[in-house]
């Protein structure tokens, strides 16, 4: 039996290591990450929310009124109750109601426009949190489907992954909520929504999709709650890969503090060294790895030796990975005949089967060099070059070493930049 895992929650089955659904976040951990992570001057915000009367007051009401909408148990029982159809209408009437409630509140006038955003992104993203949860949580209960059942895309349309971080939102614990089951939707749709069968690549994935993300206050609170939902069952390099992100961010104290707190006895684990791999069959050039041409011909990087290099790591189910193509095809445009034959640009494809890139390929007429390598995310240049998500980008100067391990992506205009000052 294949053993599948998307995100959180993590069982023991006959010995194997099996992950199951809950929804991201959902499962509260045992102490307030927010209030003991959270910067001083963050906690200071959400605190002077409370000190109007009229504002606590109507909170309590609130919380009263609507106690069914805001509750875990409730909510996971009607999302196994309903069709996706039902439940995001029952969830837009519940949002609706909630404002209705605190627009039309005889003390509306009292509040302040702070707590105003406050109410708002409560309303506002508990129901996106519950409507992602939908699909996330009835996909992983349902063990024999190695995918998670995507939403309609009319139904998702309004999140726009480049706008989702809002320091205001972020003091509301719907926001909280709704950033890990984000993560796992949006990462997994990058990931043609196949699940995860690799805790330590699941942990990285969702590590570098919310670096791209999110920021300020938020991403160390993401990272910091990845890291305690996950690290205990997760390989010690990938906790210790999302510890070292969340190490280099600023105000980080005291989320890492949390974060060493619940990994520490990863973090320290001493492991057996488990015997290197296997070398790759040598090829026509000894122990260097080729690539496959899509007449299936072997190629090297050193076949390129003499001109730069800037090589491109993709697959065609990732959505950043072809969005960064246009500026690609912009670059290559605006080099000279005589920069041309001075510049490669190297595509090489991670995709689960080569018929997979060459319909890609045969779409995206992207021009350049382009290689395939087998074995996907288990690739050995993968492992050869640390490469734990995608897109992911290197340049190599004439001489074929490495200049940039983790190059700027073809939208920053510094790649071309960099690119000319080597052929120089």
Same mark, same amino acid.
């Given at each position: 039996?294949?053993?599948?895992?998307?995100?959180?929650?993590?069982?023991?089955?006959?010995?194997?290591?099996?992950?199951?659904?809950?929804?991201?976040?959902?499962?509260?951990?045992?102490?307030?990450?927010?209030?003991?992570?959270?910067?001083?001057?963050?906690?200071?915000?959400?605190?002077?929310?409370?000190?109007? &009367?009229?504002?606590?007051?109507?909170?309590?009401?609130?919380?009263?009124?609507?106690?069914?909408?805001?509750?875990?148990?409730?909510?996971?029982?009607?999302?196994?109750?309903?069709?996706?159809?039902?439940?995001?209408?029952?969830?837009?009437?519940?949002?609706?109601?909630?404002?209705?409630?605190?627009?039309?509140?005889?003390?509306?006038?009292?509040?302040?426009?702070?707590?105003?955003?406050?109410?708002?992104?409560?309303?506002?993203?508990?129901?996106?949190?519950?409507?992602?949860?939908?699909?996330?949580?009835?996909?992983?209960?349902?063990?024999?489907?190695?995918?998670?059942?995507?939403?309609?895309?009319?139904?998702?349309?309004?999140?726009?992954?480049?706008?989702?971080?809002?320091?205001?939102?972020?003091?509301?614990?719907?926001?909280?909520?709704?950033?890990?089951?984000?993560?796992?939707?949006?990462?997994?749709?990058?990931?043609?929504?196949?699940?995860?069968?690799?805790?330590?690549?699941?942990?990285?994935?969702?590590?570098?999709?919310?670096?791209?993300?999110?920021?300020?206050?938020?991403?160390?609170?993401?990272?910091?709650?990845?890291?305690?939902?996950?690290?205990?069952?997760?390989?010690?390099?990938?906790?210790?890969?999302?510890?070292?992100?969340?190490?280099?961010?600023?105000?980080?104290?005291?989320?890492?503090?949390?974060?060493?707190?619940?990994?520490?006895?990863?973090?320290?684990?001493?492991?057996?060294?488990?015997?290197? &791999?296997?070398?790759?069959?040598?090829?026509?050039?000894?122990?260097?790895?080729?690539?496959?041409?899509?007449?299936?011909?072997?190629?090297?990087?050193?076949?390129?030796?003499?001109?730069? #290099?800037?090589?491109?790591?993709?697959?065609?189910?990732?959505? &950043?990975?072809?969005?960064?193509?246009?500026?690609?095809?912009?670059?290559?445009?605006?080099?000279?005949?005589?920069?041309?034959?001075?510049?490669?640009?190297?595509?090489?494809?991670?995709?689960?089967?080569?018929?997979?890139?060459?319909?890609?390929?045969?779409?995206?007429?992207?021009?350049?060099?382009?290689?395939?390598?087998?074995?996907?995310?288990?690739?050995?240049?993968?492992?050869?070059?640390?490469?734990?998500?995608?897109?992911?980008?290197?340049?190599?100067?004439?001489?074929?070493?490495? #200049?940039?391990?983790?190059?700027?992506?073809?939208?920053?205009?510094?790649?071309?930049?960099?690119?000319?000052?080597?052929?120089?």
């Amino acid at each position: 039996m294949r053993f599948l895992l998307l995100f959180f929650g993590y069982f023991v089955l006959n010995a194997h290591l099996f992950a199951q659904a809950t929804a991201a976040f959902t499962g509260r951990d045992s102490i307030d990450i927010f209030q003991q992570g959270a910067a001083p001057s963050v906690l200071e915000k959400y605190n002077a929310l409370w000190e109007n &009367p009229a504002q606590k007051a109507f909170w309590a009401e609130f919380q009263q009124k609507f106690a069914n909408d805001f509750d875990p148990k409730k909510q996971y029982e009607l999302l196994f109750a309903q069709t996706a159809d039902s439940r995001e209408i029952e969830l837009f009437k519940e949002r609706n109601k909630q404002m209705e409630f605190f627009k039309n509140h005889p003390d509306f006038s009292k509040f302040s426009d702070s707590f105003k955003h406050y109410v708002e992104n409560t309303a506002r993203w508990n129901y996106w949190h519950w409507l992602l949860n939908y699909t996330v949580t009835r996909s992983n209960a349902d063990t024999k489907n190695l995918k998670l059942s995507a939403l309609p895309n009319v139904m998702t349309e309004a999140l726009d992954p480049k706008k989702i971080a809002d320091e205001e939102a972020f003091l509301t614990p719907a926001y909280r909520d709704f950033l890990g089951v984000f993560v796992t939707y949006f990462n997994s749709r990058e990931h043609a929504f196949n699940k995860y069968t690799d805790l330590a690549a699941a942990m990285n994935d969702k590590a570098a999709f919310a670096r791209r993300y999110f920021s300020g206050n938020i991403l160390p609170f993401y990272l910091c709650h990845l890291l305690r939902a996950n690290c205990i069952n997760t390989p010690k390099e990938a906790v210790v890969n999302t510890f070292d992100l969340l190490k280099a961010l600023p105000q980080s104290e005291r989320y890492l503090k949390l974060a060493s707190e619940k990994c520490n006895e990863v973090l320290t684990r001493k492991e057996e060294k488990k015997p290197a &791999p296997a070398p790759a069959k040598a090829g026509k050039k000894g122990d260097e790895i080729a690539f496959l041409t899509i007449e299936g011909k072997e190629f090297y990087l050193s076949d390129f030796k003499g001109k730069v #290099v800037y090589l491109d790591f993709w697959a065609s189910w990732c959505g &950043p990975c072809r969005a960064e193509f246009p500026y690609s095809k912009a670059m290559h445009e605006k080099l000279t005949e005589k920069q041309l034959k001075k510049i490669v640009f190297l595509y090489i494809s991670i995709d689960q089967t080569p018929e997979a890139w060459k319909q890609a390929l045969e779409k995206l007429q992207l021009p350049g060099e382009h290689g395939y390598v087998n074995g996907a995310w288990n690739a050995q240049i993968l492992r050869q070059f640390s490469i734990n998500s995608i897109p992911r980008y290197m340049i190599f100067d004439k001489n074929g070493k490495i #200049v940039f391990a983790d190059a700027s992506r073809p939208s920053s205009p510094d790649t071309l930049t960099e690119l000319l000052k080597l052929i120089e």
